[in-house]
C-alpha cells in the first residue's frame, strides 16, 4: 500500500501537545491500549499466536483499531511488539502464556554477540512493522495520528541476556561489570538497528515515535549515564538526522524510562519533545526538574483503574490540575493490565477530556 496521499488528519491534539502548543483539551492515549483487556483482542489470540498478529500486518492493523473504534483516544500506537529488533537480528523470541517473553538461546558470554545479524536490513527484516504502519494510517482515515516505537538499547540488552522478564536484570547488569566494553559494542548494534527501525516507521506513516526505557529502575545513576543515556541522546539526533536526509519531516519523539525518576533531568535535555513519567513521582517535582517548557507525558498508575468511577475522577482531575493543561499529554504510568474492565479505561478517557476542557475555558474566560 502506497504511503503517498495519506488522508488529512482530523485530530492534531497529541502533536500540538507534543510541539508545546496550545490545546482545547489535553490529549490521552493509552499504553498497551490494544491488548489483553479487550474481549475482542482475547478473541483473536484464541486463533492467533502473539508473534503471529504482529507479524500479519493486517492483523496488526485490526489489533490497533481495536482501542480506536471503542474509544474516544487522541492517538493510536502500532500493534507490535519491542522484540521485534532481537528477532532482526537473528534471536529466537517466543511468548508464552502466562509467563511472557521467552529466548530460549540467550546470550550467555559475549562471544555470543557474533552469532547476531550485526549487519540485519530492517526494510526486510521488519517490512511487516513498515506495512501495518502504511496500511493502519490508511485505516485510521485521519482520526488520530499514528504513535511507532521501540524498545531502548538497554532495555532489549537486558532481554536479550536475561532471556525473558526478569526483576533483578542481575545478568544482564552483570555484563556492565565485568564487560564494560563488550557491552558498548553490544549497545552500539542496537542502537544503530533502532535509528534505521525508528526512521523507516516515520517514512511508512507514524506521526509520534516513542522509545521505551522499560528497564530503567534496575540501574543506578552511574550506570544509567554510561550505558543507558548516550545511546538514548544518540537516537533522538541520528533518527532527525537521517529523516533530514531522505527529506522527510520530523515527528515528535518521547521517551519513556519507566522508574527513570532519578534521571528526569538528563532525559528531559536529551533532544527528545515529550517526556514520559511513571506513577513513581508527584506531577510538580517533574515539571520543577523537567521545566515548564517540556511536554510531560502520564503518569496515573495502572492499578488506579481498578478504582470506582466516582474515584477515578477524583484520580484524573487531580492528575490533571497537577500537571496543568499545557505541555501536557495524558497517560498511565505504564501499560495497562490484562484485567482491566475495558468501562473504566472509556471512564477515564472522557473524564480526562471533560475535566480538561472546563480547565481551559475556565482560564480564556478569567
Known amino acids: 500500500m502506497s504511503t503517498d496521499n495519506f488522508p488529512p488528519l482530523k485530530n492534531d491534539l497529541i502533536i500540538r501537545a507534543a510541539k508545546g502548543e496550545s490545546v482545547e483539551r489535553v490529549p490521552i492515549?493509552?499504553?498497551?491500549?490494544?491488548?489483553?483487556?479487550?474481549?475482542?483482542?482475547?478473541?483473536?489470540?484464541?486463533?492467533?499466536?502473539?508473534?503471529?498478529?504482529?507479524?500479519?500486518?493486517?492483523?496488526?492493523?485490526?489489533?490497533?483499531?481495536?482501542?480506536?473504534?471503542?474509544?474516544?483516544?487522541?492517538a493510536a500506537i502500532i500493534f507490535s511488539d519491542i522484540l521485534v529488533i532481537p528477532q532482526a537480528l537473528g534471536m529466537i523470541v517466543e511468548m508464552l502464556p502466562s509467563k511472557g517473553p521467552s529466548f530460549p538461546a540467550p546470550l550467555i558470554v559475549p562471544a555470543d554477540i557474533s552469532k547476531l545479524n550485526k549487519d540485519c536490513d530492517v526494510t526486510k527484516e521488519l517490512s511487516y512493522v513498515f506495512e501495518a504502519i502504511t496500511l493502519t494510517r490508511h485505516t485510521l482515515q485521519g482520526k488520530v495520528p499514528l504513535i511507532g516505537f521501540s524498545g531502548a538499547p538497554w532495555t532489549l540488552m537486558s532481554y536479550m541476556i536475561e532471556g525473558g522478564g526478569s526483576t533483578t536484570q542481575s545478568k544482564a547488569k552483570a555484563w556492565l561489570y565485568k564487560y564494560p566494553e563488550e557491552?558498548?559494542?553490544?549497545?552500539?548494534?542496537?542502537?544503530?538497528?533502532?535509528?534505521?527501525?525508528?526512521?523507516?516507521?516515520?517514512?511508512a506513516g507514524a506521526q509520534l515515535l516513542q522509545v521505551f526505557e522499560s528497564h530503567a529502575g534496575c540501574l543506578d545513576h552511574?550506570?544509567?549515564?554510561?550505558?543507558?543515556?548516550?545511546?538514548?541522546?544518540?537516537?533522538?539526533?541520528?533518527?532527525?538526522?537521517?529523516?533530514?536526509?531522505?527529506?522527510?519531516?520530523?515527528?515528535?519523539?518521547?521517551?519513556?524510562?519507566?522508574?527513570?525518576?532519578?534521571?528526569?533531568?538528563?532525559?528531559?535535555?536529551?533532544?527528545?519533545?515529550?517526556?514520559?513519567?511513571?506513577?513513581?513521582i508527584k506531577p510538580t517535582q517533574a515539571r520543577r526538574i523537567c521545566g515548564e517548557t517540556m511536554t510531560l507525558q502520564g503518569n496515573l498508575d495502572p492499578c488506579a483503574l481498578y478504582a470506582n468511577k466516582e474515584d477515578l475522577t477524583k484520580m484524573a482531575k487531580d492528575m490533571l490540575q497537577k500537571f496543568g493543561h499545557k505541555n501536557y499529554i495524558a497517560n498511565l504510568g505504564h501499560g495497562i493490565y490484562p484485567d482491566m474492565d475495558p468501562e473504566n479505561v472509556k471512564h477515564l478517557v472522557d473524564q480526562v477530556h471533560k475535566i480538561s476542557q472546563e480547565m481551559i475555558q475556565k482560564e480564556q474566560s478569567n
Request: neutral net charge; contains cysteine; charged residues 25%.
Open 183 to 203: 557491552s558498548h559494542e553490544l549497545l552500539k548494534i542496537l542502537t544503530n538497528v533502532i535509528i534505521d527501525y525508528l526512521v523507516e516507521q516515520v517514512c
Open 29 to 74: 492515549w493509552i499504553m498497551r491500549q490494544a491488548g489483553r483487556y479487550l474481549p475482542e483482542f482475547r478473541e483473536i489470540r484464541t486463533k492467533q499466536s502473539f508473534f503471529e498478529l504482529v507479524q500479519n500486518p493486517q492483523l496488526a492493523c485490526d489489533v490497533t483499531m481495536m482501542p480506536i473504534n471503542r474509544f474516544d483516544l487522541d
Open 222 to 280: 552511574t550506570l544509567f549515564v554510561k550505558f543507558a543515556l548516550p545511546y538514548i541522546r544518540v537516537i533522538s539526533k541520528r533518527v532527525r538526522d537521517k529523516l533530514k536526509e531522505r527529506k522527510v519531516s520530523c515527528v515528535p519523539m518521547i521517551i519513556f524510562a519507566k522508574d527513570g525518576h532519578y534521571v528526569l533531568e538528563e532525559l528531559s535535555q536529551s533532544h527528545y519533545e515529550v517526556v514520559g513519567i511513571d506513577w513513581t
